[in-house]
Nanobody
């Protein structure tokens, strides 16, 4: 059994900050991709920030310079530090990962989502 659990969402005023956490647990051999997505009103789920194969990071243009993604490999955890939040950042944020439970056997997993609300 593999599970992703997010935490850290909440309500803040514009210009404020939040820190999201995601922890993967269960039978895990390797995590090849781990990232944050968000669902905003009228939009499909979109990538916010992620660690990709090879150890690199990727950011959406609309968060670059404001958000920082970090990963703790030993703890199978991913974090998203969100600063200078804007009302348009309001969304449900999801943690997603491609996980090998054993060599060459991988599957995508998703957390339950955490609500971020930014007021003006």
């Amino acid at each position: 059994q593999v599970q992703l659990v997010e935490s850290g969402g909440g309500s803040v005023q514009a210009g404020g900050s939040l820190r999201l956490s995601c922890v993967a647990s269960g039978t895990i051999f390797n995590i090849g991709f781990m990232g944050w997505y968000r669902q905003t009103p009228g939009n499909q789920c979109e990538l916010v920030a992620a660690f990709i194969s090879g150890g690199g990071t990727q950011y959406a243009d609309f968060v670059k310079g404001r958000f920082t993604v970090t990963r703790d490999v030993a703890k199978n955890s991913l974090y998203l530090q969100m600063d200078s939040l804007k009302p348009e950042d309001t969304a449900v944020y999801y943690c997603g990962a491609n996980i090998e439970t054993e060599p060459l056997h991988e599957q995508d997993y998703w957390g339950q989502g955490t609500q971020v609300t930014v007021s003006s």
